[in-house]
Nanobody, 125 residues
Framework: QVQLVESGGGLVQAGDSLRLSCAAS????????MGWFRQAPGKEREFVAG????????YYTDSVKGRFSISSDNAKTTVHLQMNSLKPEDTAVYYC??????????????????WGQGTQVTVSS
């Protein structure tokens, strides 16, 4: 089992920055990839960014490319999401996810086995 705890959400103005963190505990050595998803009110949960344990390959949804950056620490137990130039449409609950699978589409939520409780990000205009 892997436990994930997110932190760093909050209320900011458009154009501001936030840094989300996700701390993993438990069987973290089994993680092959970690990712961030978000769910806005009335919408389905969507992929935001992901990072593979081996090679550090990163993935982003088009709407955040150039603004958001995902990274992990050397121990691969903490993942960060640096969010710059935030927009009101970035408002959502952001969830951290982890998977032990080495195959699959890391931009799809059904690949991920473990999920955090979520952290609220609100961007005012």
């Amino acid at each position: 089992q892997v436990q994930l705890v997110e932190s760093g959400g909050g209320l900011v103005q458009a154009g501001d920055s936030l840094r989300l963190s996700c701390a993993a505990s438990g069987r973290t050595f089994s993680n092959s990839a970690m990712g961030w998803f978000r769910q806005a009110p009335g919408k389905e949960r969507e992929f935001v960014a992901g990072i593979r344990r081996i090679g550090g390959i990163t993935y982003y949804t088009d709407s955040v490319k150039g603004r958001f950056s995902i990274s992990s620490d050397n121990a691969k137990t903490t993942v960060h999401l640096q969010m710059n130039s935030l927009k009101p449409e970035d408002t959502a609950v952001y969830y951290c996810a982890a998977t032990g699978r080495y195959f699959g589409d890391y931009m799809k939520e059904d690949v991920y086995d473990y999920w955090g409780q979520g952290t609220q990000v609100t961007v005012s205009s």
